[in-house]
């Protein structure tokens, strides 16, 4: 039925997905995954695990990665609005340590794909955002990694909302930087 509009990005492996949609006065219709759509684009991934999360303005979760059960995901969000990152950690890539970021939203529909060997976070924008992912392996708490979301060797440039303070988990407060991995 419908297609998808893969665009790379320019960090190998990250891909964003932008979905046929159809929409009439009644609302619209898409298809958030067809695994023959994606096998087409060169994503050929069995997805184990579906999450769902929702959050506040000003919420930063991130920067997490699994260290031996890497995990590759397609993120979306199905209300409000987030700026996504993900930043590539794996030795001896070319682009080790840098970092690209995409707002995601209900209203564009995007989809954002990112392969193991990244660390990956986001920001909400709006009021309130609801955030769905696959994930190709299974959540291992005790094998969870992450970074700092203000590394500075990093640099991700957040785009806080005017006026908003971040709220992080405690756990996200704590995580070191890059070069210390």
């Known amino acids: 039925m419908g297609k998808i509009e893969v665009e790379n ?7 964003v997905i932008t979905p046929t949609v159809f929409g009439d006065a009644r609302g619209y ?5 067809n695994a023959n759509d994606f096998k087409a684009a060169g994503i050929d991934r069995v997805f184990v695990q579906d999450n769902q999360s929702s ?14 059960h890497p995990q590759a995901k397609l993120v979306r969000v199905i209300k409000g609005e987030v700026f996504d990152v993900a930043v ?4 001896g ?5 840098k970092w690209f970021g995409i707002v995601l939203s209900a209203e ?21 955002a609801e955030f769905q992912y696959k994930c190709t392996d299974f959540y291992h708490p005790e094998d969870e990694g992450g970074i700092a979301y203000n590394d500075p060797d990093i640099g991700v440039e957040w785009p806080v909302p005017e006026g908003c303070d971040l709220i992080l988990s405690d756990k996200d407060t704590k995580w070191g930087l890059l070069r210390d991995m």
């Open 108 to 128: 564009n529909h995007k989809q954002f794909y990112i392969p193991e060997g990244f660390a990956h976070g986001f920001l909400v924008l709006s009021d309130s």
């Open 55 to 68: 959050s506040r303005k000003g919420v930063l979760r991130g920067l997490h990665f699994q260290k031996q």
């Open 88 to 91: 590539d950690i794996r030795k």
């Open 29 to 33: 219709f898409m298809e958030s995954y």
């Open 9 to 15: 990005c320019e960090i190998e492996g990250l891909k």
């Open 93 to 97: 890539s070319a682009t080790y340590g």
